[in-house]
C-alpha cells in the first residue's frame, strides 16, 4: 500500500514538471517550490553546523530558497540527473555565495587561517605525513593551547572562499567550479572532477587514524561534531580543533601539482 502512495507521488511530481517546462506556468513552479522546500532546510542545518550560533538558521533557508528557485527554472529534465541532487548544489552555492558577499569572518581569523594553514603545508611537506598539534606549536613558535584555540575558532568558520584555487597550474579550479550546473560538465572538467576525488581519497586514506575517522563520521556518516565527539571520548570543541586542521591538510595536499 505505502509502495503504491509512493509510486501516485512521484507521478504527479512528474507530470508537474512536465506541465512546468512546457508551460513556464507560475503557478505550477510554485507547487514545485513548496514540494523541494525541505531540501533548503536540509542544507541550511549542514551549513549551520559550521557556522557561529550567531548566524541564523533561517536566514540560511533565506538564501538558499533563491538557489532551489534557479535550480527549478534550470533543471533539464532530458538530462536525466536526479533534481535532489543538482538542487542542493544549487541551494548550498547560494547560501555561500551570500554569506561571502556579507564578509562576515574577522581579518585577523582568515589571517590566523592562513598562517596555520601554510604552516601545516610546509611541516608535511618536511614530515611527510600530518604534523601533531605539538610539532604545530613548536614550529609556529606559540604553545599547544594557543594553537588549539585558534584551530576552534578557525573551525567556526565552516565555509571556504568560493574564489579559492584547488590544484595548480592549467589544472586549476574554483571551488565555483565545483559546484556549478552538472548539466553543463564539459570533458575535460568532468575528468578533472574525477581526478580531484581521486586525490582527495589517497589523501584522506593516508591521514592518522583519529583525523581519518572524524572526515569519514562527518561527511560520509552524517555525524554532528558532537557525536563524533562521544564516539572518541573527546569534547565536542576538540572534535571542531582536528576537524579544522585536517580541512586545511586536505586542501594543502590537494594544492600540490601532481606526480607525473
Keep these: 500500500m505505502t509502495d503504491r502512495v509512493q509510486s501516485d507521488q512521484t507521478s504527479d511530481i512528474d507530470e508537474l514538471w512536465k506541465r512546468f517546462k512546457e508551460t513556464g506556468d507560475p503557478k505550477i513552479r510554485e507547487s514545485l517550490i513548496l514540494h523541494y522546500s525541505p531540501l533548503v532546510k536540509f542544507v541550511a542545518a549542514r551549513v549551520a553546523a559550521g557556522l557561529p550560533r550567531s548566524v541564523d538558521q533561517n536566514d540560511l533557508a533565506s538564501y538558499g530558497i533563491f538557489g532551489l528557485i ?9 538530462r536525466g540527473f536526479k533534481f535532489e541532487t543538482y ?3 544549487r541551494i548550498k552555492g547560494a547560501i555561500l555565495d551570500e554569506l561571502r558577499s556579507l564578509d562576515w569572518v574577522p581579518r585577523s581569523v582568515r589571517a590566523k587561517a592562513r598562517e596555520i594553514e601554510r604552516s601545516i603545508g610546509e611541516l608535511e ?11 604545530l606549536a ?10 588549539q584555540n585558534d584551530l576552534a575558532e578557525i573551525s567556526q568558520l565552516g565555509i ?8 595548480s597550474g592549467e589544472a586549476a579550479v574554483t571551488l565555483k567550479d565545483l559546484v556549478t550546473d552538472p548539466s553543463g560538465v564539459s570533458p575535460e572538467a568532468a575528468f578533472q572532477a574525477e581526478e580531484t576525488r581521486r586525490i582527495l581519497v589517497d589523501s584522506i586514506n593516508r591521514l592518522p587514524d583519529r583525523e581519518r575517522l572524524v572526515v569519514t563520521l562527518y561527511y560520509y556518516e552524517g555525524l554532528t561534531l558532537a557525536e563524533i565527539g562521544e564516539v572518541l571520548g573527546v569534547t565536542e570543541s576538540r572534535v571542531c580543533q582536528i576537524h579544522a586542521k ?10 600540490e601539482p601532481p606526480i607525473l
Excluded at 534557479?70 to 532530458?78: M, N, V
Excluded at 613548536?138 to 594553537?147: I, N, P, R
Excluded at 580541512?247 to 590537494?254: A, G, K, Q
Aim: charged share 30%; aromatic share 4%; glycine share 2%.
Design 246 to 255: 585536517t580541512v586545511m591538510s586536505l586542501r594543502n595536499r590537494l594544492a
Design 160 to 167: 571556504a572562499a568560493l574564489d579559492q584555487t584547488v590544484g
Design 125 to 135: 611537506h618536511t614530515l611527510q605525513r600530518s604534523p601533531t598539534d605539538e610539532e
Design 70 to 78: 534557479d535550480a527549478i527554472d534550470k533543471f533539464d529534465l532530458e
Design 138 to 147: 613548536e614550529y609556529m613558535e606559540t604553545d599547544v593551547d594557543t594553537v
Design 87 to 89: 538542487a542542493i548544489n
